[in-house]
């Protein structure tokens, strides 16, 4: 069966297979994987009815086939995922359905409501599969915070997947799912898909509505996409994108109708910005650094003009990423309190005590620190400084990205300082960890698109495996559109770069 979303709808438009056995052979595959010795722990469940919704789908394209072929390419106009299943990340809300976000303290919830990405690519016809592993909360980079367990990487189960969205990412390049929604504060997308060899997108702030993901940071959270080539995206993201009523920070994406063909832009003409700041990082591994190099190369043989610049408050980048972050979700997680929903400790000796035995035994470890830091940059005696602090440095950000570019199209730089580490390695120094969205927190805080490309592998030794390295490429706001086709002419000359995608 193909993986591409080209050619599975081609497949369900001619018969050779249907909505039904996608989804049987993804349950299949998830009901095996948990009996391995490692599993992937990708899917955390499959949703019950995804093979009811299958068979309709399967009706409806029969139906439209016994019509003709122009019946048949009218149905796939109106609803162009039609019978494509896609993995959920456990933080964003289908109805019906358990949402955990992998956390102790929502154990048992179920989403009343369809979120606005959910209702959206239902209404395109696309088919939810199951609920995807994650960090707590969306709080880390492996997807080792999770009360279910790590998500492992499928190039290597002995490796992290990356996080917070390792189970959709992992979910996808393992073939289980044609593509996957996730969500990103500071490149919890963009950092699982270059640890797993796939396509992952962070768009501009807005464009994909926020209604119905459990909130980390609000100013920062995004939905994103993954998949294995940038057309894989694309179609996803037309049929997500656009202003929604229940979400006033969402804006319409210009350009959008042109999601659905997508077509390689020209490089030639592109002008290129290189972080000098990112270029020195200390962090950045020789095998990345290799990648990063051969990744300029190729532009430069394109015709692309190359420039370093300076740009020094990105030095300040995850200092402000975190104290913002981290101030929003002590600000947000303050709800969960065993009052209104989730878990509840109640020893009968009082509120105050049900809220404190409640949080203390319904959050992970890495959750209460970052409430911790939250609430003390919060508290009377440092808000006035550190936040505002953070807040200005933001705000440069933004301003010093904008100028940028109006003289340059992309930036150009590693995705993250290092391919996938075992798992493990980090789980318990959370600065070594909080280090591996050096490159990426800068987007989330200028609000601007980014998109991660599979660009090469590690160089093994000894017992060591090859592992994916992803470069990303930021353009301005709602760039999106040039950003994939950018992304679409490094797939055309680098089909081989990502993990195998299964072909028919």
């Given at each position: 069966?193909?993986?591409?979303?080209?050619?599975?709808?081609?497949?369900?438009?001619?018969?050779?297979?249907?909505?039904?056995?996608?989804?049987?052979?993804?349950?299949?595959?998830?009901?095996?994987?948990?009996?391995?010795?490692?599993?992937?722990?990708?899917f955390?469940e499959?949703?019950?009815?995804?093979?009811?919704?299958?068979?309709?789908a399967?009706?409806?394209?029969?139906?439209?086939?016994?019509q003709?072929?122009?019946?048949?390419?009218?149905?796939?106009?109106?609803?162009?995922?039609?019978?494509?299943?896609?993995?959920?990340?456990?933080?964003?809300?289908?109805?019906?359905?358990?949402?955990?976000?992998?956390?102790?303290?929502?154990?048992?919830?179920?989403?009343?409501?369809?979120?606005?990405?959910?209702?959206?690519?239902?209404?395109?016809?696309?088919?939810?599969?199951?609920?995807?592993?994650?960090?707590?909360?969306?709080?880390?980079?492996?997807?080792?915070?999770?009360?279910?367990?790590?998500?492992?990487?499928?190039?290597?189960?002995?490796?992290?997947?990356?996080?917070?969205?390792?189970?959709?990412?992992?979910?996808?390049?393992?073939?289980?799912?044609?593509?996957?929604?996730?969500?990103?504060?500071?490149?919890?997308?963009?950092?699982?898909?270059?640890?797993?060899?796939?396509?992952?997108?962070?768009?501009?702030y807005?464009?994909?509505?926020?209604?119905?993901?459990?909130?980390y940071?609000?100013?920062?959270?995004?939905?994103?996409?993954?998949?294995?080539?940038?057309?894989?995206?694309?179609?996803?993201?037309?049929?997500?994108?656009?202003?929604?009523?229940?979400?006033?920070?969402?804006?319409?994406?210009?350009?959008?109708?042109?999601?659905?063909?997508?077509?390689?832009?020209?490089?030639?003409?592109?002008?290129?910005?290189?972080?000098?700041?990112?270029?020195?990082?200390?962090?950045?591994?020789?095998?990345?650094?290799?990648?990063?190099?051969?990744?300029?190369?190729?532009?430069?043989?394109?015709?692309?003009?190359?420039?370093?610049?300076?740009?020094?408050?990105?030095?300040?980048?995850?200092?402000?990423?975190?104290?913002?972050?981290?101030?929003?979700?002590?600000?947000?997680?303050?709800?969960?309190?065993?009052?209104?929903?989730?878990?509840?400790?109640?020893?009968?000796?009082?509120?105050?005590?049900?809220?404190?035995?409640?949080?203390?035994?319904?959050?992970?470890?890495?959750?209460?620190?970052?409430?911790?830091?939250?609430?003390?940059?919060?508290?009377?005696?440092?808000s006035?400084?550190t936040?505002?602090?953070?807040?200005?440095?933001?705000?440069?950000?933004?301003?010093?990205?904008?100028?940028?570019?109006?003289?340059?199209?992309?930036?150009?730089?590693?995705?993250?300082p290092?391919?996938?580490?075992?798992?493990?390695?980090?789980?318990?120094?959370p600065?070594?960890?909080?280090?591996?969205?050096?490159?990426?927190?800068?987007?989330?805080?200028?609000?601007?698109?980014?998109i991660?490309?599979?660009?090469?592998?590690?160089t093994?030794?000894?017992?060591?495996?090859?592992?994916?390295?992803?470069?990303?490429?930021?353009?301005?706001?709602?760039?999106?559109?040039?950003?994939?086709?950018?992304?679409?002419?490094?797939?055309?000359?680098?089909?081989?770069?990502?993990?195998?995608?299964?072909?028919?």
């Open positions: 069966m193909g993986y591409t979303i080209k050619e599975m709808r081609g497949a369900l438009k001619d018969g050779s297979v249907t909505s039904e056995k996608l989804v049987q052979e993804a349950v299949a595959t998830f009901e095996a994987d948990k009996k391995s010795e490692l599993p992937l722990n990708a955390l499959m949703y019950a009815d995804a093979a009811e919704k299958a068979k309709k399967d009706a409806e394209i029969a139906a439209a086939r016994a003709g072929s122009a019946a048949l390419d009218a149905l796939f106009a109106a609803k162009p995922l039609l019978g494509l299943p896609f993995a959920n990340k456990d933080n964003i809300s289908a109805r019906g359905k358990r949402l955990t976000c992998a956390s102790k303290i929502l154990e048992g919830y179920i989403a009343p409501y369809n979120a606005t990405v959910i209702e959206r690519l239902e209404k395109a016809g696309a088919i939810p599969l199951g609920r995807c592993n994650q960090d707590e909360f969306a709080m880390g980079s492996s997807t080792e915070y999770s009360v279910y367990g790590p998500t492992r990487n499928p190039i290597n189960r002995a490796y992290v997947s990356g996080g917070s969205s390792g189970g959709s990412a992992a979910a996808v390049a393992a073939n289980q799912a044609l593509f996957g929604i996730g969500t990103e504060t500071g490149g919890s997308v963009r950092l699982p898909a270059s640890y797993c060899g796939i396509y992952g997108l962070k768009p501009t807005g464009v994909l509505s926020r209604w119905g993901v459990v909130a940071g609000s100013s920062l959270d995004q939905v994103g996409i993954m998949g294995h080539t940038p057309a894989d995206i694309a179609e996803p993201l037309k049929a997500m994108c656009g202003k929604d009523m229940y979400d006033d920070t969402s804006a319409d994406l210009p350009g959008s109708e042109e999601l659905a063909d997508l077509r390689a832009c020209d490089v030639s003409s592109l002008k290129i910005a290189i972080p000098r700041q990112f270029l020195e990082s200390k962090g950045l591994s020789a095998d990345v650094a290799k990648v990063f190099t051969d990744t300029r190369d190729w532009f430069e043989s394109k015709g692309a003009k190359i420039d370093v610049v300076d740009i020094p408050v990105l030095d300040a980048s995850i200092a402000s990423y975190y104290v913002i972050a981290l101030s929003e979700a002590a600000s947000n997680l303050s709800r969960f309190d065993g009052i209104r929903y989730g878990r509840r400790v109640d020893t009968g000796e009082g509120y105050d005590e049900l809220y404190v035995h409640t949080r203390s035994e319904g959050f992970g470890p890495e959750v209460k620190r970052r409430i911790i830091i939250g609430n003390y940059v919060l508290s009377e005696q440092f006035g400084d936040y505002k602090k953070g807040m200005t440095v933001r705000a440069r950000i933004q301003r010093e990205m904008s100028e940028l570019f109006k003289k340059y199209d992309i930036v150009l730089c590693p995705t993250c290092t391919p996938a580490f075992r798992l493990g390695q980090k789980v318990d120094d600065l070594e960890m909080y280090l591996s969205d050096l490159f990426t927190t800068f987007v989330n805080l200028a609000r601007i698109p980014s991660s490309v599979p660009a090469g592998m590690s093994p030794s000894g017992d060591e495996t090859a592992m994916p390295i992803g470069m990303q490429f930021a353009g301005p706001m709602f760039s999106e559109l040039k950003l994939l086709q950018l992304a679409q002419a490094w797939e055309n000359d680098h089909p081989g770069c990502g993990v195998p995608v299964k072909k028919m």
